[in-house]
């Protein structure tokens, strides 16, 4: 066996070199070593997918025809592979039959050269496809540094956006008077639930790691629209008019308006996510909420999320006009509540954690 795999400088380019017949391999390597690279010599294919496990090349000189492996089929498992398929391909063979060379090219293959060889017509064709492969390697790299950069600014572009959204919510939340804690007592609690109906069959599946992680960022903003509502009518302590009712109802349709203006084109979990919250979490179990009147199953269950947890947040928190309730008695008030506001299994989970909650 002659191979050299594990000595020469890492900055000059890596030359395998695969034929059966040895006379032809150190014609080879001569050729390639006169042009200040290194060559890398394998008698098989079988031989050669060993070394390129463990020593990359730049280009690769195939012989056809050879035993237990011949060219083509080491050229198919090479441009299979997403580590390997870029690395150049030239085949060399005493075949020169169009059949033959368009076998090569259609496998993948960059070029042909036939037997025997000429110094001059290896060291250019070799030097073409190393240039043109550098040059697709910088390309790949441009790309993946602009990519670096887009998705960097998109982030923080991402990251502004929850800014301003969480400072408007943080000035609907002054304007009704909640507790300075209230926004995080809200997220740690749907996050803590989202977990827990991870444990539960029947939603095992449909609340993902993305789902926990999206809903926490996403459910403050549930009252977004609380911007648009005058603080007299959030801060009132007696009943509202009719006309108040529903000017106070409209601040879901109006918190869902503001996150769609904000929402780029491509999809947006956070987004998406906080647009069916805002929308929604004032929707009843039994069809009686508001702004659509949706039922059961048909509201989206990032909006049910919340609605429990907005709830218990509620009861537990201290209002103008009270002080605030205990965990037992929060749940306790909204067990009253099951099949009219919230899903039976839904608070069956709150029923099981409510002490981890805050």
């Given at each position: 066996m002659t191979e050299i795999t594990e000595t020469g400088r890492e900055d000059l380019p890596w030359i395998l070199i695969v034929d059966d017949v040895e006379t032809n391999r150190f014609v080879l390597r001569n050729i390639i070593a006169d042009m200040k690279l290194q060559p890398i010599l394998a008698e098989n294919g079988v031989q050669a997918l060993r070394i390129v496990r463990r020593r990359h090349p730049q280009l690769i000189l195939l012989d056809v025809s050879m035993p237990e492996m011949d060219g083509y089929e080491f050229c198919r498992i090479m441009k299979d592979d997403p580590n390997t398929r870029d690395i150049p391909i030239i085949f060399i063979s005493a075949f020169d039959e169009p059949s033959d060379i368009i076998k090569g090219f259609n496998l993948g293959g960059e070029d042909y050269i036939t037997k025997p060889f000429l110094?001059?017509?290896v060291q250019a064709r070799v030097g073409t496809h190393l240039r043109l492969h550098r040059a697709a390697q910088d390309l790949v790299e441009t790309n993946r540094r602009l990519q670096a950069s887009v998705n960097e600014q998109l982030l923080q572009m991402e990251m502004e956006?929850?800014?301003v959204l969480y400072a408007m919510v943080s000035v609907a939340r002054k304007n009704a008077c909640y507790e300075e804690d209230h926004m995080e007592r809200l997220q740690y609690n749907c996050k803590v639930f989202s977990r827990a109906m991870q444990l539960s069959p029947k939603y095992e599946n449909k609340v993902s790691d993305s789902f926990v992680e999206t809903i926490e960022i996403s459910a403050p903003l549930c009252d977004l629209g609380n911007v648009s509502i005058p603080s007299e009518i959030l801060n009132r302590k007696g009943p509202l008019s009719p006309d108040e009712q529903e000017l106070m109802k409209t601040h879901t349709t109006v918190g869902a308006d503001i996150l769609r203006s904000v929402m780029d084109e491509d999809y947006n979990d956070f987004i998406q996510m906080?647009?069916?919250?805002?929308?929604?979490?004032?929707?009843?179990?039994?069809?009686?909420?508001?702004?659509?009147?949706?039922?059961?199953?048909?509201?989206p269950l990032s909006a049910q999320v919340v609605s429990l947890m907005s709830e218990?947040?509620?009861?537990?928190?201290?209002?103008?006009y009270r002080e605030a309730y205990s965990r037992e008695e929060a749940v306790g008030i909204m067990e009253k509540e099951v099949g009219v506001k919230f899903d039976a299994d839904l608070f069956g989970i709150c029923k099981k954690i409510y002490r981890q909650l805050r």
């Open positions: 110094q001059e017509v956006k929850k800014r906080s647009i069916e919250i805002a929308n929604y979490h004032h929707e009843n179990w039994d069809g009686s909420g508001y702004p659509c009147g949706l039922k059961g199953d048909d509201i218990f947040c509620a009861l537990t928190g201290v209002r103008g």
